[in-house]
């Protein structure tokens, strides 16, 4: 499995804040399955003040410790980036980097208010040609009231990322809820761990799959975790990349629309 959503760099953020947290986190992780891991820790203007090149070079150093103490596990960057105005400027620059230099990049709106021009701020990203991946929707206090924001962006492009704790009830059962709807009626992309540490939020996945497995089948939950990321991981055209059941649903009628319409005006 790989998992796109990790703070597993320590001291840099509110995730794990020493080198023997983030190894124990790191084995946690390579037990559950999981083989790589993107370090995204937040960028936050005036609380976590990350920069690409900063996070790049804590990556490799924590890389080369890993493989010292014989930790199979391969690291990627990227960044947990809270949606502001410079977000656009800040990925010109390479101060806001991308999963790992690819086209998509993991946003995080704020979690109590939803943010001024929220849809049209993901909508001018996609047209830049990113994929942003929203991290954690379920999550969001205000989410319940807007959830055709989400369903628009998914249907233009963007990616929902579910918590998998979040799918098996460690923020609570309304949380768990929500994640069940994105999850089962098929508007989730990915499931990332979104660790912080060792214990309540550790770097795992495999029960989460196993719960997505029993909402949208084996096959789809399996593409949550695998497929998804793995396309991130080679920076695979989005365009190439099954969708998600929602949108693959939709499609789908679409194509059939076409096809009777062809059919009508040729008398098939």
């Not at 990350?50 to 490799?60: K, L």
Request: proline fraction near 5%; glycine fraction near 8%; charged fraction near 20%.
């Amino acid at each position: 499995m790989i998992d796109l959503h990790c703070h597993l760099l320590p001291g840099i953020d509110d995730g794990s804040q020493k080198l023997e947290t983030s190894l124990e986190m790191a084995r946690i992780a390579v037990d559950d399955g999981i083989q790589t891991i993107y370090c995204t820790p937040h960028i936050y203007p005036g609380l976590y003040e990350n920069t690409g090149p900063d996070i790049q070079r804590r990556v490799s150093q924590l890389q080369l410790i890993l493989d010292d103490k014989g930790i199979a596990l391969a690291l990627s960057y990227g960044a947990d980036v809270h949606l502001v105005p410079e977000v656009a400027a800040g990925l010109a620059s390479g101060r806001i980097p991308t999963l790992g230099g690819s086209q998509y990049l993991l946003l995080e709106p704020s979690h109590n208010v939803r943010p001024p021009r929220f849809t049209e701020s993901v909508f001018e990203l996609i047209g830049a040609g990113y994929v942003p991946v929203i991290t954690h929707p379920e999550r969001l206090t205000w989410v319940t009231d807007h959830m055709n924001d989400f369903y628009s962006l998914a249907r233009s492009g963007a990616w929902l990322q579910i918590t998998g704790g979040a799918l098996l009830g460690k923020f609570g059962r309304q949380v768990q809820k929500i994640s069940e709807r994105f999850v089962g009626d098929g508007w989730a992309s990915v499931l990332a761990s979104d660790a912080h540490t060792t214990n309540r939020r550790a770097p795992v996945l495999a029960e989460a799959e196993r719960r997505a497995a029993q909402l949208v089948g084996a096959v789809e939950a399996s593409r949550m975790v695998r497929e998804r990321p793995q396309a991130v991981l080679d920076n695979a055209a989005a365009a190439s990349v099954m969708l998600p059941l929602a949108l693959s649903a939709q499609t789908n009628r679409n194509q059939g629309k076409i096809e009777s319409v062809v059919a009508r005006w040729f008398g098939r």
